[in-house]
């Protein structure tokens, strides 16, 4: 009964990332980042529990945190996309040298993206928000 009770348990857990792998796919092209993020942080969550369960060395939870790692890393391109389409600085060419007069050229333009907010906490979840931030403040 004990050994029924954690198959189905295991089961249970295959369905819970089969669902949020399907899922990331409808929110990542309906560009919902922030879902898309959730999606495959709960894939993490249910691959460590499998892991932790003792299933780690069985093929189908290696090839699911294979899938989750290129999930996470298809969502972390998607919002560099993003990220790239919509801040941008505009400077002085680099052949002049900054000086007073040209400094009033440096312009910041904010594209149209209804999903910016939804993306900045994605990307604050996946962990690549701050050193956008910093790198973005240095030019």
Known sequence: ???????????????????????????????????????????????????????????????????????????IYHLEEMWTATLKWNLPPAKETLNAKNVSQIRLTIGHNTNLPSAMQAMEQVGILTPKLKAFGKH
Not at 5 to 15: F, G, K, R, T, V
Not at 22 to 46: G, I, P
Request: charged share 30%.
């Open 1 to 75: 009964m004990e050994k029924t009770n954690a198959l189905i348990d295991m089961l249970h857990i295959l369905c819970q990332v089969q669902e949020d792998l399907e899922q990331f796919e409808k929110t990542l092209d309906a560009q919902d980042f922030l879902q898309a993020s959730k999606h495959v942080d709960n894939t993490r969550q249910n691959v460590a529990l499998l892991k932790k369960g003792g299933y780690c060395d069985l093929k189908i939870v290696k090839a699911l945190e294979a899938e989750r790692c290129i999930h996470h890393q298809t969502l």
